[in-house]
DNA sequence: TTAAATACGTCTATTTTAGTCGTAGATAGA
DNA sequence: TCTATCTACGACTAAAATAGACGTATTTAA
């Protein structure tokens, strides 16, 4: 459950990878398909993507490629899932803010609260999250909670049918 | 992005009928269908599931049905999702802890560290959130982040091609 | 014995995610 | 000016995950 996206790894592939170049470098989405092997078209997508929200620069051409313009520190996880996935929804349709024709049974719904209550949690872990910190592998546990050791482990058992 | 899985929702709507029912009496699927319109034999494996798992006890046959067992206060929301989805993996295959042959670059990769990073705090953000809390609205908001309040119009927005 | 439940294996449809193909446009350097 | 090497992007296909349906067996109160 709760599986990353595959265009979201890609992005961090390629922000953690331009962070560790001196400033002013250029990196080519075949210089990331060769070290991470990565799909070419689909990280091509996504440097575009972030060019386009102004994350990268990019610089076309020959001898061309992608540059980070904007401070990793001010970049929230959620603005970065954002940008490739478009905003959060947490419930595509019978319980959400959405279009009320998407919900028939919107009236008689018990858990319409709840789920906007996780929507708005989730959003605020994300937010809270900053790009750089997740690079930097920082932000790794808040303290709170100490059995969440148990997760790696967990994640190599098998799921149920 | 990150929509809340159906059965999911589908065991939040039965716990919260359930719940306000006076104790000993039992739920039905087909009433969970009639009130609130789920697919009768999706909420009736998740039901099964949630028996399984001890959250509720089923009793069969003619007037059997459903009933809680369990405090929810003492169910995370995380325990409730791995019941009926198995346990969380952010990552499926590239930069999780699974088995190695999953991921042929794992000596390249650059963002294994990120990816448990992330793991890890949502675990935990699943973990100190109770069934509890959800179905009673509660746990809005840390206080942390009021940015949050944009989620709900967000929602609302188009998703990118 | 019957009606109304749960229990559960298997199948199909739908939707989402992942990845590919083809082509156009920019630019440095020979 | 020509070529190699990039980005930019629309449209398409394949694979996987999710959602849901069908059929049948079992349990149990009346």
Redesign the interface.
Known sequence: ?????RKV?YA??GL??MRGKPPGELTTVKELTL???CPFEMTSRVMQ?LAQKGVLRSEQGAYGGYQITKDLNRIS?YDL??M?????????C??????ESAC??RE????V?????????????Y???TVAE??D??????G??L???V??E???????T
């Open positions: 459950m709760n599986k990353i996206n790894e961090l592939i953690k990878h070290h991470y092997g993507n996880f899932m954002a490739i996935l478009g905003p959060m929804a947490v419930a595509k019978m319980h959400s803010s959405e279009l028939e049974i008689t719904c018990n858990i609260s709840p789920v906007q209550t996780l929507s708005r949690r989730l959003a605020e872990f937010r809270d999250l997740l690079l592998g920082r932000g790794g546990s808040t709170k909670n059995k969440s050791s997760v790696a967990a994640s190599m058992m098998a799921e149920p």
